[in-house]
């Protein structure tokens, strides 16, 4: 069997490249769509790895797009399509594209970050141990770490430029959005969390938490927008082996951020190279959360 080629940064002709992320490559397509190309960088510490992960960028494509057709009647988002034979022709000219892009419509994006926790883990579980609440929410005294919640909570973030998001409070993110856009951002995302995570449960999948973008389009309407659901938006448990108490063996890159923390390395770039086997073992863990919430092979 041959190894996957990987993509690491695309190039295309003729098209203008108006963002590189650290994982994907958003490159303008006319007036008013964009063309959202997933790579397989992965990202670490906030910093890209030299080494890419083998159809990661595809993965994270193809289950947003999954998502984005399950939950079509919940919300209005910006994808056209996610198929390559039925992109542009200008887009088609690179092969390199080809299973990982995304045309969707081009938006004005809200400058925040809609993230929703149904289970305490992360940024949430640091701020529960030193102030007993999560980014002002109350909540029940001696909870464990990566215990379910009374209730799943929304917890905006910035989107920072650079560098790590920040926390914010609700009256925050009001005042950056406008209190009437703010209302229907959070509404929206405990909405979808909500049904996400109720499907993703009967497939054995726990949603822990989840980040989503909005955008404004032409007419002033709300998209959702960016990737949704996928392992670098999302915790992702596994409900066979959940047990509070403890960190969680994950569908994400907590697996390549343990790997990295056995090293001597101060988290500045350049970061240092995967080994062969985290890799496949990284691989392989993408491909089975796209197995298992999908119920295809990837
Ligand atoms: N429909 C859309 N309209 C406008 N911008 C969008 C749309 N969908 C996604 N985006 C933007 O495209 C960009 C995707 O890039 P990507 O997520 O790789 O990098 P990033 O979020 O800027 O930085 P990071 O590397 O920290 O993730 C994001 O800035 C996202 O907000
Ligand atoms: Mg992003």
């Known amino acids: 069997m041959s190894a996957a080629r990987t993509v690491s940064e695309t190039n295309a002709d003729g098209l203008t490249l108006v963002h590189r992320g650290k994982v994907r490559d958003v490159y303008q397509i006319g007036d008013d769509r964009l063309l959202l190309v997933a790579t397989d960088r992965i990202s670490a510490f906030d910093c890209i790895l030299p080494t890419a992960i083998p159809n990661k960028g595809k993965i994270l494509t193809q289950l947003s797009a999954f998502w984005f057709a399950r939950l079509n009647d919940l919300t209005r988002n910006h994808l056209i399509t996610a198929d390559f034979d039925e992109m542009p022709e200008i887009v088609r000219q690179t092969e390199d594209f080809r299973g990982r892009s995304t045309l969707v419509k081009k938006t004005k994006v809200f400058p925040v970050e809609c993230v929703v926790r149904g289970y305490l883990e992360g940024s949430g579980w640091k701020d529960y141990l030193a102030t ?82 909005f955008g404004a389009d032409a007419n002033g309407e709300i998209l959702l927008i960016d990737e949704i659901l996928t392992p670098d938006s999302s915790r992702f448990w596994s409900a066979a082996s959940y047990a509070p108490g403890k960190s969680q063996a994950s569908f994400d890159k907590q697996f390549v951020r343990d790997y990295l923390e056995t090293l001597d390395w101060n988290k500045q770039s350049p970061a240092p190279e995967l080994p062969t086997e985290i890799v496949a073992a990284t691989a392989s863990r993408y491909s089975e959360a796209y197995r298992i919430l999908t119920g295809e092979k990837f």
Do not use: M, W
Not at 138 to 167: M, V, W, Y
């Open 132 to 213: 007993g609440k999560v980014c002002g929410h109350d909540l029940p005294e001696n909870l464990q770490r990566c215990e379910k919640l009374p209730a799943p909570i929304f917890t905006p973030a910035t989107k920072a430029q650079s560098g790590h998001d920040e926390n914010i409070t609700e009256a925050e993110f009001a005042e950056i959005v406008g209190s009437a856009i703010a209302e229907k951002l959070k509404s929206r995302s405990l909405k979808i969390y909500r049904t996400a995570s109720e499907y993703a449960l009967t497939r054995g999948i726990i949603i822990a938490d989840t980040k989503f973008e």
